[in-house]
């Protein structure tokens, strides 16, 4: 069985760039590897941040 088919990382960052406005933030970072990725973004001044990465899903008992 082949393995998932994930698009170009510019399919990714242009869907997160439409995501960021529709949350009304044009303060935002991000990065993503191989191993994990992140996003960070403030709203009213809160900052948020999300991450996953290979050990934590792994962690938490999913099958990667």
């Known amino acids: 069985m082949a393995g998932k088919h994930y698009g170009p990382p510019e399919q990714y960052e242009d869907k997160l760039v439409k995501v960021m406005q529709c ?3 044009t303060d935002y970072n991000f990065d993503w590897g191989r ?4 996003v960070e ?8 941040r999300f991450d996953r990465s290979v050990e934590k899903a792994q962690e938490n008992g999913q099958k990667i």
């Open 41 to 48: 973004f403030r709203i009213n001044g809160q900052l948020y």
């Open 35 to 38: 191993r994990g990725g992140w």
């Open 23 to 25: 949350l009304g933030t």
